[in-house]
Nanobody, 115 residues
Framework: QVQLFESGGGLVQPGGSLTLSCAAS????????LYWYRQAPGKERELVAL???????NYADSVKGRFTISRDNAKNTVYLQMNSLKPDDTAIYYC?????????WGQGTQVTVSS
């Protein structure tokens, strides 16, 4: 059974930066596609960034040029570096890993961008 542990959320002023981490246990991390999603109050969950096992990294248009997703297979961890944060980035951020029918989600971490 895979478990995901997220950390790094918090309160930050507009223009600030945060780095989210998501560590996985019980998995061969390198074979999974890795994702970050977010859900703002009253809105649907949306895909923020995807880093596949093979292929191109993808970002939502709203975060391109500001967010960077990366993976460290040796540490079983996926990161989301978030720069130039805006109030619209306020949401609960979730990590997800998937491969075929195997699909796991983290518990979410709150990011609040406010002055």
């Amino acid at each position: 059974q895979v478990q995901l542990f997220e950390s790094g959320g918090g309160l930050v002023q507009p223009g600030g930066s945060l780095t989210l981490s998501c560590a996985a246990s019980g998995s061969i991390f390198s074979i999974y596609n890795l994702y970050w999603y977010r859900q703002a109050p009253g809105k649907e969950r949306e895909l923020v960034a995807l880093i596949p096992v093979y292929g191109t990294i993808n970002y939502a248009d709203s975060v391109k040029g500001r967010f960077t997703i990366s993976r460290d297979n040796a540490k079983n961890t996926v990161y989301l570096q978030m720069n130039s944060l805006k109030p619209d980035d306020t949401a609960i951020y979730y990590c997800r890993i998937s491969r075929g029918i195997s699909d796991y989600w983290g518990q979410g971490t709150q990011v609040t961008v406010s002055s």
